[in-house]
């Protein structure tokens, strides 16, 4: 039962468009989410975070949003641009970050 | 700051024998450290949360006897992998958390390690 769910395996987003990744997910008890963003045979690295007292955060060109009534969060790149492209997995975690649940990544391919 | 590195990067090994694999956070001291195992084109799954000087917490499935953690410092954990099988073959990633409380959530990744066994 997958408690972290990333519907879109893959996105395709033309450079300088804004990217939208999605993420859902079951547990209500999630508190803390995070965004990551990996290249193939490479470590996630780590983009952005929220938590549940939060409904938007801001860094340079990475906003996430959180619905928590809806148990939705996603992750939103302006401008998008090449170097974007990676798989970029959500994860949710309970208090104090405890046990991340990670997502199964979507694949973003931005275009030039 | 908080860069995690892990030896060895690539390692193959034949089927029966063990391989270590080292997780090190280089400038700050972990007090948690994670590892997880990557399947091709699937998500990071957690193995086993490592606190420094107590035993590994493993997740359900996971072989405690067969995926031996050790976390002997704030900087250093090992995942040993024993008697190993073709079917161990995966990418195995380490994790280190700053510390409990404030904005000490996110974790900190290491680029990884990839596993074949023959």
């Known amino acids: 039962d997958q408690q972290v769910k990333q519907n879109s395996p893959s996105l395709s987003v033309q450079e300088g468009r804004i990217s939208i990744l999605n993420c859902d997910y079951t547990n209500s008890m999630f508190d803390y989410f995070l965004w990551y963003k990996k290249y193939p045979a490479e470590g996630p690295t780590f983009l952005i975070s929220i938590s549940s007292i939060k409904d938007k955060n801001e860094d340079g060109r990475f906003t996430v949003f959180l619905n928590k009534s809806a148990k939705h969060l996603s992750l939103h790149i302006v401008p998008s641009q090449p170097g974007d492209s990676a798989v970029y997995f959500c994860a949710a975690s309970r208090v104090h970050g405890q046990n991340f649940v990670f997502g199964p990544g979507t694949r973003l391919s931005v275009l030039p | 700051g908080a860069v995690v590195s892990q030896h060895p990067s690539w390692v193959i090994c034949k089927s029966g024998t063990s391989v270590k694999i080292e997780c090190r956070s280089l400038?700050?001291?972990?007090?948690?450290m994670f590892w997880y195992r990557q399947f091709p084109k699937q998500s990071l799954m957690l193995m086993a949360t490592s606190n420094e000087g107590s035993k590994a917490t493993y997740e359900q499935g996971v072989e405690k006897d067969k995926f031996l953690i050790n976390h002997a410092s704030l900087t250093l954990s090992t995942l040993t992998v024993t008697s190993a099988h073709p079917e161990d073959s995966s990418f195995y990633i380490c994790s280190a958390r700053l510390g409990l409380g404030g904005s000490s959530y996110e974790q900190y990744f290491g680029p990884g390690t990839r596993l074949t066994v023959t």
């Open positions: 400038d700050f001291q972990a007090t948690t």
